[in-house]
């Protein structure tokens, strides 16, 4: 994996860049929609590429680990040949979901202890496990496994959280280096600054996860809970630290204008699954502002759903057919909200890269924030 | 509206024909995916142009007149307008839906009083109302409000419920030619043939309905649980006594042999949900057979779903993924199993009309029914 520093913004610490791995290069600043089980919710991959124009999905070690399993994935020569999708993939290590999806999880030294939340089945996640389990899946950027610490924290819990991260991190780095690729590319291993909202302990991680050397660094733990004031402040604290020439990725981050804010901080990579999944609930964000689309305000506006995007359902369906799909309960209102607001996140940051480019991100951030956050 | 017939099979009843709307032409035989609500479930118009291949779709009257209204229809200019389909769009009646899916409904001479299933409120679908409605949504062929008489019957029951057909067929004509198209277009009204399954009834009931010269002409109330030889037996002798030289329609049949089977008896067009609702619940139509793809059978089978199609998503995805899809409870599962099994509907009626015009048809169809009635 390479990563190359194209542009730095004169107002911000924006950076443009090309992050390539052997299944292509991604444009950075990236949005990585969540393929959570193998799949975007409700596209195909035909989508992903045409319409949404994704460079890099997000897969879940967790869920991939329980369906289909490892031995299936490896049956088909990895993921990205078992799902039908040749760009890049990510997985997530599975230990936000263990802490938030399966029962009577036990957290231990030697990892996590848990219950399927499909089954009641027992398992161990341990960093050397997780390891394994992505070398099977055979995503091209694995994570490391971690404790994402909950909000709010207790200092010292937090201190415990980041010190396990941090043991775990060395054992899955060793792990990750005694073991191979399965199906002939490489696959590159970011670790995950933790902390909590305690500027010594995100400094103290930050410094520890830059100390690695890895091919990028990701930021774990934030957009939680805590206000968004925090966030910004923890995370360009997070940023100072961590190496300029490796990409920066905030993991689980955000609505739109998060985005745009902590790429100034000099985020350059995000995934979230909040256009799928409030798509799916009908909240729509499009380039005028915020709009819920099951209101009856929807109901006779045969306007475009969003006429400023460049795909062939935004600018082909209307508010009004849209609104009538979701109160009728039919499948294609979710396909097409989801469709559309994956979309605009990826046109969004495909925009903020090219004001980077030309010098002028931070003004037209400014300028695009309020009308992101504006409700129709 | 037109049909032209452009070759009988001569070893059957066969026909191949082009029937021509003001959206454009039609070949047949052929099969109309059911859009019931405005939308083909779980996928978007441009996969049913691209990948299904669909030349014709249905709506239905009663949906569309609970949701959206035709308020809303007329707002928008038109069902066309309003989903994006600038292709042929035939609506049902209505008279099915009241019987089989509202409360308290309650047959009178006027017509149908019923309570909608979504809020009951009140309402009486009568052939004038229905025409009035078909009208407002604006489908190319609009069909006559019936009584779709249930099986078994009674023959007192089957006399009077197909003479209530007649009556109501006669003010339906009436109505309709006392009304014009709202949006510049012309819209033909098909009647139906009714009679349960009494040779005597449907010999009247088709003489009855040849007599009226519609530009095209409906079976209906078969493959309502009736064996399949009675299906075709009664289908044979309606055909027999409606005109040759206006296509004819039969209504909610059926499996892809049902299909085969009354091409060969005269039928140039069906419509069926069995393709989109047996295949959100895991049932394929493949070249090679049926499938029940929930089967553990096909965890590890990486072959395509079906390479003998012609579009991007059965050629495209394996087994072993779109089962994982299904079992992992993924909405893609739906839009998959979906547009599979409506691009094999469509092209085994493409394929159908080929054999009719090379003058192999019956032999070709004896060789493929015990294909698609194989189990895989």
Same mark, same amino acid.
């Given at each position: 994996?390479?990563f190359?520093?194209t542009a730095?913004?004169?107002?911000?610490h924006? +950076?443009?860049?090309?992050?390539?791995t =052997?299944?292509?290069?991604?444009?950075t600043?990236?949005?990585?929609?969540?393929?959570?089980?193998?799949s975007v919710?409700?596209?195909n /991959?035909?989508q992903?590429?045409?319409?949404?124009k994704?460079?890099?999905i997000?897969g879940n070690?967790?869920?991939?680990?329980?369906?289909?399993?490892t031995?299936?994935l490896?049956?088909?020569?990895?993921?990205? +040949?078992?799902?039908?999708?040749?760009?890049?993939?990510?997985? =997530?290590?599975?230990?936000?979901?263990?802490f938030?999806?399966?029962n009577?999880?036990k957290?231990?030294?030697e990892?996590?202890?848990? /219950?399927?939340?499909?089954?009641g089945?027992k398992? &161990?996640?341990?960093?050397e496990k997780v390891? =394994?389990?992505? +070398?099977s899946?055979?995503?091209d950027i694995?994570?490391a496994f971690?404790?994402?610490?909950?909000?709010?924290a207790?200092?010292d819990?937090?201190?415990?959280?980041?010190?396990l991260?941090?043991r775990?991190l060395?054992?899955?780095i060793h792990?990750?280096?005694?073991?191979?690729?399965?199906y002939?590319?490489?696959?590159?291993?970011f670790p995950i600054?933790q902390?909590?909202?305690?500027?010594?302990?995100r400094?103290?991680?930050?410094e520890?996860v830059?100390s690695?050397?890895?091919?990028?660094n990701?930021?774990?733990?934030l957009?939680?809970?805590?206000p968004e004031?925090?966030?910004?402040?923890?995370c360009?604290l997070?940023?100072?630290?961590?190496?300029?020439?490796k990409?920066?990725?905030?993991?689980?981050?955000g609505?739109?204008?998060n985005?745009?804010?902590?790429?100034s901080?000099g985020?350059?990579?995000?995934d979230?699954?909040?256009?799928?999944?409030?798509?799916r609930?009908?909240?729509?964000f499009t380039s005028?502002?915020?709009i819920?689309?099951?209101n009856?305000?929807?109901?006779?506006?045969f $306007?475009?759903?969003d006429?400023?995007?460049?795909?062939?359902? $935004?600018?082909y369906?209307?508010?009004a057919?849209? +609104?009538?799909?979701f109160?009728?309960?039919e499948? &294609?209102?979710l396909?097409?909200?989801?469709?559309h607001?994956? $979309?605009?996140?990826?046109?969004?940051v495909?925009?903020?890269?090219a004001?980077?480019?030309?010098?002028d991100?931070?003004?037209?951030?400014?300028?695009?924030i309020p009308?992101?956050?504006?409700?129709l």
């Amino acid at each position: 994996m390479e990563f190359q520093l194209t542009a730095k913004d004169p107002h911000s610490h924006a +950076r443009a860049g090309l992050l390539t791995t =052997d299944h292509g290069t991604i444009q950075t600043p990236i949005f990585m929609p969540v393929g959570t089980v193998g799949s975007v919710k409700a596209l195909n /991959q035909q989508q992903l590429t045409d319409a949404v124009k994704a460079q890099i999905i997000l897969g879940n070690t967790y869920h991939l680990y329980l369906r289909p399993g490892t031995e299936i994935l490896e049956a088909a020569g990895g993921l990205h +040949r078992f799902i039908g999708w040749d760009r890049p993939i990510l997985t =997530d290590s599975g230990g936000y979901q263990v802490f938030s999806l399966s029962n009577n999880r036990k957290l231990k030294e030697e990892g996590a202890l848990f /219950q399927s939340h499909i089954d009641g089945s027992k398992h &161990l996640f341990s960093p050397e496990k997780v390891m =394994d389990i992505q +070398r099977s899946i055979g995503a091209d950027i694995v994570m490391a496994f971690d404790e994402c610490t909950p909000y709010p924290a207790e200092y010292d819990y937090a201190k415990k959280s980041m010190e396990l991260t941090h043991r775990w991190l060395a054992r899955c780095i060793h792990h990750f280096d005694q073991t191979m690729p399965l199906y002939g590319y490489s696959q590159s291993l970011f670790p995950i600054v933790q902390g909590s909202t305690y500027q010594d302990l995100r400094k103290a991680s930050a410094e520890y996860v830059a100390s690695m050397h890895a091919d990028g660094n990701a930021i774990g733990g934030l957009s939680v809970g805590e206000p968004e004031a925090l966030m910004y402040e923890i995370c360009a604290l997070c940023c100072e630290h961590l190496p300029e020439d490796k990409p920066r990725y905030l993991m689980g981050v955000g609505t739109p204008w998060n985005i745009l804010e902590n790429i100034s901080l000099g985020v350059d990579m995000f995934d979230c699954v909040m256009p799928t999944r409030n798509g799916r609930n009908g909240m729509l964000f499009t380039s005028k502002g915020i709009i819920n689309i099951k209101n009856k305000k929807w109901a006779t506006d045969f $306007s475009l759903i969003d006429e400023g995007l460049d795909n062939n359902i $935004s600018n082909y369906y209307s508010k009004a057919y849209l +609104r009538h799909l979701f109160i009728a309960g039919e499948f &294609l209102a979710l396909q097409i909200a989801s469709i559309h607001n994956l $979309s605009f996140y990826l046109q969004l940051v495909t925009e903020a890269r090219a004001h980077i480019l030309q010098g002028d991100f931070q003004r037209w951030k400014q300028e695009m924030i309020p009308l992101l956050k504006t409700r129709l």
